[in-house]
């Protein structure tokens, strides 16, 4: 008995952890009532009879929860725009598409407009091509779900939720998140957050990229949502575009057939698209279309750099905001490749699939495509979208930017390096992934062993050796794309500002994208996960953020001095326990980078 009430609760922890449905927890409850019963009427015959009927019945059980589990799989939808149960709507907002309403969130501080297209569907003959404008509608669309996340390869709801309970600690128990968010081919809307009250003038605008490595991610995520930041004054946009294989698949006949003689960009295309109808339609919202901030964080600001040095995107912005990554490397580390390498793979993708030629890759599936084992999921010099390699942009004064804020976290490199075990006899050899033949410079700078490791991020291999390593890689992959950006803009005369986010916390702490909920004003989502000291870091961040989307200087009244960078003044602002400028901790290693990238 004991035994089966002890079976009975890890398979509950289990429906829960799976996000089924709640009659998923009904039917395990009522068979497992049935089987008892049962169970305790035959314990009345014979040890010999009854045997056989209690095995079959026992099996029988496990069959039914096991069949159970399946059929009650949580359900797939579109999240809605807001928490609140049943959201005030908007008045009607008019475009050249159409009408739409959106809905007011909880407190009435902020309008949310979810789920505009803002391009047609890239579907059927649409997929691997340029985005085609939006179609219209008739009547008034209600905006009060967020659309469907771009196709993307993702973990079952089981480990997500494992993740978010030993990883991060922010699973809760609930009875409103019995389901999977929706993911569709058809994933090019975005989202518009104002605030609850009209401007008597236009508003300046804040364009979020989302992250996620060009391979997952979705703009429903709850620290991109952006209510607390148009509560002080802005708009906040963010959005989907396609990713991964459709994204970035790559083919010579797909440039052959496009009138822009283009392939390789159909992400970043789509975020131009996505840009581009924000410049022409924000008026409608009180937005101005003439102070737009694009900003990104991960692969969305390797996204931003892209943005910053395309020919298509000349005047539809003034400012850039760039978190923990960047493509101005002579040999870019991520989220960037050679053509060449992009038609290899293109290829190698038909071959895997069967297919023959375009028509015969356009046919697949979704479902099936995006099961490549190959990552598609890096931009390329196309000729239209990005015409040179971005530092040959910067070098030619060609880049968009007229003001940049950017920076990095202290533990940058953690979460992509878990697997990996470091010791002083491997030391110098796994540094040659990001250093090459100045791998032994390197390891003399930052000898095995001299970083000692304060946190580790969930489960990690780690090894004596570990925090030099990750101290290193934190450089190459990520700070030493800011210090470049950040040296070529104020070469220009530009202002920059660059940040170094150091606070710990319960969650992601100062990992990657850790900064992110301080930002952009959703600590709250978090309930007993941020103490005080996070709350006032975050008021005085999203200050800083806010401020500088409206005048392109971060520095009000009662922040801390945030110095701007020029060639004479190279300090970055810490953003931890205290606000202050120190030296940028990996400043030696980038000369060991210049020299590895032939600078």
Not at 95 to 106: A, K, P, R
Not at 158 to 186: I, Q
């Amino acid at each position: 008995m004991i035994g089966i009430v002890i079976l009975l609760f890890l398979y509950l922890i289990v429906l829960e952890l799976s996000k089924n449905t709640l009659a998923g927890w009904g039917i395990a409850l009522a068979v497992t009532a049935v089987y008892l019963i049962l169970r305790h009427r035959f314990k009345k015959r014979s040890e010999k009879k009854r045997r056989g009927p209690v095995l079959l019945m026992a099996l029988l059980w496990l069959l039914i929860l096991g069949l159970n589990y399946k059929v009650t799989e949580p359900p797939f939808r579109c999240l809605p725009a807001v928490e609140a149960g049943s959201p005030e709507p908007t008045d009607v907002i008019r475009l050249s598409q159409g009408e739409l309403t959106g809905v007011y969130n909880q407190d009435h501080t902020a309008r949310v407009y979810a789920g505009i297209p803002y391009a047609a569907p890239p579907v059927g003959d649409l997929r691997f091509k340029e985005p085609q404008p939006a179609e219209s509608w008739e009547g008034v669309r209600a905006c009060d779900h967020f659309g469907p996340m771009a196709m993307q390869q993702r973990s079952s709801e089981f480990y997500n939720s494992l993740t978010d309970l030993l990883g991060l600690h922010k699973f809760r128990v609930s009875l409103k998140d019995n389901y999977r968010e929706a993911m569709s081919e058809d994933c090019l809307y975005l989202n518009v957050f104002t605030p609850a009250k009209d401007s008597d003038e236009p508003l300046p605008v804040l364009f979020f990229i989302h992250g996620g490595s060009l391979m997952t991610g979705q703009s429903s995520y709850t620290e991109y949502r952006g209510e607390d930041l148009a509560s002080q004054g802005i708009i906040v946009v963010n959005f989907a575009y396609r990713l991964g294989v459709f994204g970035y698949y790559a083919n010579e006949a797909l440039a052959e057939e496009s009138p822009n003689g283009t392939t390789g960009n159909y992400g970043l295309l789509d975020q131009i698209a996505a840009l581009t109808w924000v410049h022409d339609n924000i008026a409608a919202f009180g937005g101005d279309p003439d102070q737009i901030t694009i900003a990104g964080e991960s692969a969305g600001s390797s996204s931003v750099n892209a943005l910053c040095v395309s020919p298509l995107t000349e005047g539809l912005f003034v400012r850039a905001i760039a978190e923990s990554s960047g493509i101005t490397a002579r040999k870019p580390y991520h989220t960037f490749r050679q053509m060449p390498d992009a038609l290899k793979m293109g290829q190698d993708i038909m071959t895997e699939m069967g297919a023959e030629d375009m028509e015969a890759l356009r046919a697949l599936p979704a479902d099936r495509l995006v099961e490549t084992g190959y990552q598609n999921n890096a931009m390329t010099v196309d000729g239209y979208a990005i015409t040179k390699m971005p530092y040959l942009s910067y070098l030619a004064g060609e880049n968009h930017e007229q003001a940049l804020l950017n920076g990095f976290n202290a533990k940058e490199a953690d979460a992509f390096m878990l697997g990996v075990k470091a010791t002083e006899e491997n030391y110098e050899e796994l540094l040659r992934g990001a250093f090459g033949e100045y791998a032994s410079e390197a390891a003399a700078l930052v000898p095995a062993g001299s970083v000692t490791r304060d946190q580790k991020f969930i489960i990690d291999a780690g090894g004596d050796a570990k925090g030099a390593l990750l101290h290193l890689y934190s450089a190459a992959w990520f700070t030493y794309s800011h210090e470049l950006w950040s040296e070529d803009v104020a070469a220009q005369g530009r202002p920059v500002y660059e940040y170094y986010f150091t606070k710990k916390n319960q969650s992601l702490s100062n990992y990657h994208a850790g900064e992110m909920p301080y930002a952009y004003g959703n600590l709250w989502r978090h309930p007993g996960l941020y103490d005080a000291s996070d709350e006032a870091l975050s008021e005085t961040m999203q200050a800083y953020w806010v401020n500088f989307v409206k005048t392109g200087d971060p520095n009000g009244e009662g922040l801390p001095e945030w110095q701007v960078r020029d060639t004479g003044h190279r300090q970055l602002l810490e953003l931890g326990e205290t606000v202050q400028m120190i030296d940028d901790p990996y400043q030696k290693i980038y000369a060991i980078l210049d020299r590895y990238q032939g600078r």
